[in-house]
């Protein structure tokens, strides 16, 4: 990581990983490096967001835009958690399916779920089916409550941001970076789960965190 209570509009999604290639951390390993011009519009674009017009859609208008609302910072995390060992197109696809059945992804909706919405989630054809990630995403919403006094998930996680341009040109060059080991450290002893360092990797790309825009690319 889904979400519906009236399914958001904001440029939110998980990501595809790494810097240069850009790909999404699950597949980044067979997808080319480097980047190229598009032929159409002569815009530079990653590989993983070349061809696949939704692919593209996404990476052009929402992949590395900053975010830093919560409910909008916790979609994110939650679809990279459902990304998890499959491609970043499958779960975009998805989205909206996963909005619909994780209530907008409000952190207070989805903290509420108990066994029996779990169940109805296992049994919703629309989304990723996996009893882990669903009941992860309810223990990280629940997580992501609790650092409410401590200034919010935003806080947190844009605690961890590349400073300077030494250690931006590193997270650049792909994952898992410093900062994406050290936030996936602090996630876990906040109490989230799914939450690697690599998973992590894309997902502060995904929200601007790390900018992984190609070169001369404004976010």
Not at 11 to 30: F, G, L, Q, R, W
Not at 94 to 101: G, T, V
Request: proline share 8%.
């Amino acid at each position: 990581m889904p979400t519906k209570t009236a399914p958001p509009t904001s440029k939110v999604a998980a990501s595809p990983t790494s810097t240069a290639a850009a790909a999404p951390a699950s597949t980044a390993a067979a997808r080319p490096k480097g980047t190229a011009l598009d032929d159409d519009d002569g815009v530079a674009r990653p590989a993983w967001a070349a061809s696949d017009p939704l692919m593209r859609a996404y990476f052009d208008s929402e992949w590395g835009v900053p975010v830093r609302g919560e409910r909008e910072l916790f979609e994110a995390l939650s679809l990279e958690v459902f990304q998890a060992g499959l491609s970043w197109s499958t779960v975009l696809r998805k989205r909206e399916a996963f909005r619909a059945a994780f209530e907008g992804f409000d952190p207070e909706a989805v903290a509420r779920f108990g066994p029996a919405e779990v169940e109805v989630l296992m049994q919703n054809e629309g989304i990723v089916r996996n009893r882990r990630k669903i009941e992860s995403t309810v223990k990280n919403a629940r997580a992501t409550l609790e650092l409410r006094p401590a200034g919010g998930l935003a806080r947190l996680v844009w605690s961890f941001e590349p400073r300077g341009f030494a250690a931006m040109a590193a997270a650049r060059a792909g994952g898992p970076s410093p900062e994406s080991t050290a936030l996936a450290k602090e996630l876990r002893a906040k109490g989230f789960s799914f939450v690697g360092p690599t998973t992590m990797h894309a997902f502060m790309e995904a929200v601007g965190v790390i900018d992984a825009h190609p070169l001369g690319r404004e976010r």
